[in-house]
């Protein structure tokens, strides 16, 4: 059952207004960031979290440039023709990570389809850098769906990074709308792949979901049971808000009382770890999700 809907429209409620960015942690991690020519999914998606988490001394790295091969009609980061690939980057980011004393990292990328293998090597390179540079900090990586290449995905899990996220975004409805060069059924199956490739350790695989993007209530529960189906550990979710009059509008809002009720749903299909509320996105409160 849906409760009431609020907030139709562009004007956005009040539980939806974040801090704006200020303070000595912001400054130092945004001045790291810059110094070490790396990219943040904090920045380039424009998430709106991003004076929380840097202000806790967190972010969350993302590799293979700033540029997506792919055009899909919800995300803020730029899209066209990626630059060559930086080899070093991974062993700045182990750095980074080094210097801003974190316990668990995320790393995520931007789409690269314009490489042989989506760029899983240079993942694995950095969880192994990581775990090189800072011993005991656990690694969580968002991986995209690598074109349904499963050699390119069992190079990430050969990595043994703690948390295999990758994200299903939306309902299968509106994936010819939202997600037009991703299918519905491949994300799902990267997932399954997941824990098939796993023998002696176990690792937890993650997803998250946009909502007010035009589905509808039992659409969002439906997805939720598919991610269980195939053995999902971990679900965030979170508000959909458009970047730009260019991007898919938003249709409507979702009150905190809503995440909450999805939040329930989704323990009680026995997700390990729900994090749902309007601010929410894949990353937010990561190292919680872990302990």
């Known amino acids: 059952m849906v409760l009431s809907m609020i907030g139709r429209g562009t004007n956005r409620p009040a539980w939806l207004r974040a801090k704006a ?11 790291l960031v ?18 929380e988490c840097w202000h806790a001394r967190t972010a969350t790295f993302m590799i293979l440039g700033d540029t997506c091969t792919r055009n899909c009609r919800f995300c803020a980061v730029s899209h066209g023709r990626p630059a060559l690939v930086d080899e070093d980057e991974p ?33 694995a390179e950095t969880i192994r850098l990581i775990r090189e540079f800072v011993p005991g ?27 295999l996220n990758h994200n299903i975004e939306t309902v299968e409805r509106l994936y010819p709308i939202v997600r037009p060069q991703a299918i519905y059924s491949r994300s799902l199956e990267l997932l399954r792949n997941c824990k098939s490739y796993v023998d002696d350790w176990h690792l937890k695989t993650k997803s998250g979901i946009m909502v007010g993007i035009g589905e509808i209530w039992d659409e969002i529960v439906a997805t939720m049971k598919d991610l269980r189906n195939v053995g999902c550990d971990i679900i965030t979710i979170g508000q959909y808000l458009a970047p730009s009059k260019d991007h898919v509008p938003v249709a409507r809002y979702y009150s ?19 994090e749902s509320g309007p601010l929410v ?6 190292a919680d999700q872990v302990e």
Request: proline share 5%; aromatic share 8%.
């Open 137 to 163: 900090c656990s690694v969580e990586v968002l991986i995209p769906d690598f074109r349904g290449d499963y050699d390119a995905l069992r190079v990430v899990i050969e990595a043994r990074p703690d948390v």
């Open 256 to 274: 905190p009382e809503e995440f909450a009720q999805l939040r329930s749903i989704g323990l009680e299909m026995g997700f390990g770890y729900v």
């Open 34 to 51: 810059e110094s070490a020519h790396l990219h943040t999914v904090c920045q380039s998606a424009n998430c709106p979290n991003i004076g």
């Open 21 to 31: 960015p200020s303070g000595a942690n912001y400054e130092e991690v945004r001045s």
């Open 281 to 286: 996105r894949s990353s937010y409160h990561a």
């Open 91 to 123: 062993r700045r980011i182990a750095e980074a990570v080094a210097y801003l004393k974190l316990k668990h990292a995320v790393i995520t990328s931007v789409t690269r389809d314009d490489l042989p293998d989506g760029g899983a090597r240079i993942f």
